[in-house]
Nanobody, 120 residues
Framework: QVQLVESGGGLVQAGGSLRLSCVAS????????MGWYRQGPGKQRELVAA???????NYADSVKGRFTISRDNTKNTVHLQMNSLKPEDTAVYYC??????????????WGQGTQVTVSS
C-alpha cells in the first residue's frame, strides 16, 4: 500500500524559510505526478506546486518566485523549498502523488498533512 510521509513543517516568522519533504513508500512504481496542496482555515484545499517525473512544474500564482518544487525520481521523493514566507501561507500542507501525469482528488494518494504557521 502506498504511503506518503511528509516532514519539515513548523513555525516560522514572516520572511523566513521552510523546506518540506515527502517520500512515497510501499511501492516500486514511479509516481509520475508529485505535488503539494494546502488548506488554510476555512478555505478549500488548493494546489501549491506540482512536478512530473519529466520535470514539468506548475505553481500557484501566489507562490511563484518564492517556492521551488523539486524531486528525486529514484527515491519517489518530492521537496518544497519555501522562501519569503507570508502569514497568508499558513495552512496544512499535503503531499499528493499519482502514477499518472494528472492528479485525481478522490482516487490518488495523499499524505497526512504537515502544519506550516507563519507569524507576522
Amino acid at each position: 500500500q502506498v504511503q506518503l510521509v511528509e516532514s519539515g513543517g513548523g513555525l516560522v516568522q514572516a520572511g523566513g524559510s521552510l523546506r518540506l519533504s515527502c517520500v512515497a513508500s510501499g511501492t516500486f512504481l514511479k509516481m509520475n505526478y508529485m505535488g503539494w496542496y494546502r488548506q488554510g482555515p476555512g478555505k478549500q484545499r488548493e494546489l501549491v506546486a506540482a512536478i512530473t517525473s519529466g520535470g514539468t512544474t506548475n505553481y500557484a500564482d501566489s507562490v511563484k518566485g518564492r517556492f521551488t518544487i523539486s524531486r528525486d525520481n529514484t527515491k519517489n521523493t518530492v521537496h518544497l523549498q519555501m522562501n519569503s514566507l507570508k502569514p497568508e501561507d499558513t495552512a496544512v500542507y499535503y503531499c499528493a502523488a499519482s502514477r499518472t501525469f494528472t492528479f485525481n482528488f478522490g482516487k490518488d494518494y495523499w499524505g497526512q498533512g504537515t502544519q506550516v504557521t507563519v507569524s507576522s
